[in-house]
């Protein structure tokens, strides 16, 4: 591990590791603690995650769910734990808004990517959130609002 490698939680404390049993109900809204979990548990660390729009290879307006390549314990992470703390919980708060919780309860775990920075830049995992975009957009606004 590099020297900008820290613990995998940066001493944020998480509730009991939810287990098999654990599952949330289909629909269920999704918190931070949720969303950490997930990120931990797929990829070891506590990687910050983004709401992010960009366009297709079609063209067409999309809104994702980033997992960044920063992760807390970083030497070089840009938050504060609490910073990210609520970062998650806005993002986990405009998935459940959106209706899109359970497609990230899904697809992270299915994820078959990593969050990295390597010889090839930063690579993070960009999970594609069947959103509408008009409602995305006020939504993602009020988003920005909330992390500022």
Same mark, same amino acid.
């Given at each position: 591990m590099s020297t900008e490698d820290g613990d995998e939680t940066g001493g944020i404390v998480t509730a009991d590791k939810a287990g098999d049993d654990d599952t949330p109900e289909p629909g269920s809204a999704?918190?931070?603690?949720?969303?950490? /979990?997930? !990120?931990?548990? #797929?990829?070891?660390? $506590?990687?910050?995650?983004?709401?992010?729009?960009?366009? =297709?290879?079609?063209?067409?307006?999309?809104?994702?769910?980033?997992?960044?390549? /920063?992760? !807390?314990?970083? #030497?070089?992470?840009? $938050?504060?734990?609490?910073?990210?703390?609520?970062?998650t =919980?806005?993002?986990a708060e405009l998935l459940t808004e959106w209706g899109a919780q359970d497609e990230v309860r899904a697809a992270i775990p299915a994820s078959t990517k990593f969050p990295k920075m390597d010889t090839t830049g930063a690579n993070a995992v960009s999970i594609p959130l069947s959103v509408d975009v008009e409602q995305g957009d006020t939504l993602k606004d009020d988003y920005k609002s909330m992390v500022e």
């Open positions: 999704m918190d931070g603690d949720e969303l950490r /979990k997930l !990120v931990l548990k #797929k990829w070891g660390k $506590m990687y910050d995650t983004r709401i992010h729009q960009r366009r =297709d290879q079609f063209n067409k307006l999309g809104l994702y769910l980033q997992v960044m390549w /920063k992760f !807390v314990g970083q #030497k070089s992470f840009p $938050m504060t734990e609490g910073q990210y703390i609520a970062q =919980d806005a993002v």
